[in-house]
């Protein structure tokens, strides 16, 4: 079936420092992909998406290119701040398939 | 502020308790879901709702009862849970069940079983 591996961590950062989450799946199908993020407390908040291959989505200084070629969703980021710290999921969806979720990234930006 | 709203945000209940958790949106959303999170994992599905009626059920034990009185309402009734029942209980929304639209979650109901 189709799968989602992501780095698990915690990923430690300096504030300003440069963020890269790997992301790579494995799909029968043409997925598209998308990364979520949670805040301690709340629930998953849609931060990008891309529904073919080259897409790139942004958001927020938050930027994931499609690359059918090596099945990734990497995001990245130039300079994070304190206020990014969260645990970040990769995700794709399929053809008549349900959401499939990577185990998660935590975040810790410190001052 | 999140479009799915989610009610109660914390419940605690014994395993003799019946309960319900209520999720209501009105972005018109066509697909609602219910996922079960445990710490540090990711969403797990539980239920899927399109058009009202129910297309997926993850194998899911029947102390859990879903239902969708109208396309902007879901609720899901407990009763006789178990203590590795507490987590939180997300639901969640989309346009139509495609693989290209994106789910909007609420903040979930964060659910202690004494």
């Known amino acids: 079936g189709d799968s989602v591996t992501q780095m698990e961590g915690p990923v430690t950062l300096s504030e300003e420092a440069f963020l890269t989450i790997n992301c790579t799946y494995t799909?029968?199908?043409?997925?598209?992909l998308f990364w979520y993020v949670q805040y301690p407390g709340e629930g998953l908040q849609l931060l990008l998406k891309a529904t073919k291959a080259d897409d790139k989505g942004s958001n927020k200084g938050f930027e994931a290119t499609y690359r059918k070629e090596t099945t990734s969703f990497h995001l990245e980021k130039g300079s994070v701040q304190v206020s990014d710290s969260a645990v970040y999921f990769c995700a794709l969806s399929d053809y008549g398939q349900n959401f499939v979720f990577g185990p998660g990234t935590r975040l810790s930006v410190l001052p | 502020d999140t479009e799915v709203t989610q009610t109660p945000k914390h419940l605690v209940m014994g395993m003799t308790n019946k309960k319900s958790l209520k999720c209501e949106q009105h972005?018109?959303?066509?697909?609602m879901y219910w996922y079960k999170q445990k710490a540090k994992k990711p969403p797990e599905l539980m239920f899927v709702y399109s058009y009202e009626k129910l297309s997926i059920n993850e194998s899911v034990p029947s102390r859990f009862s879903p239902e969708c009185p109208n396309s902007s309402l879901l609720n899901l009734h407990l009763h006789a849970l178990q203590p590795e029942d507490s987590a939180l209980y997300l639901c969640?929304?989309?346009?139509?069940?495609?693989?290209?639209?994106?789910?909007?979650f609420g903040d979930g109901t964060r659910l202690s079983i004494l």
């Open positions: 799909a029968t199908g043409y997925p598209s």
């Open positions: 969640a929304s989309s346009q139509v069940r495609d693989r290209g639209q994106p789910q909007h």
């Open positions: 972005m018109g959303h066509r697909a």
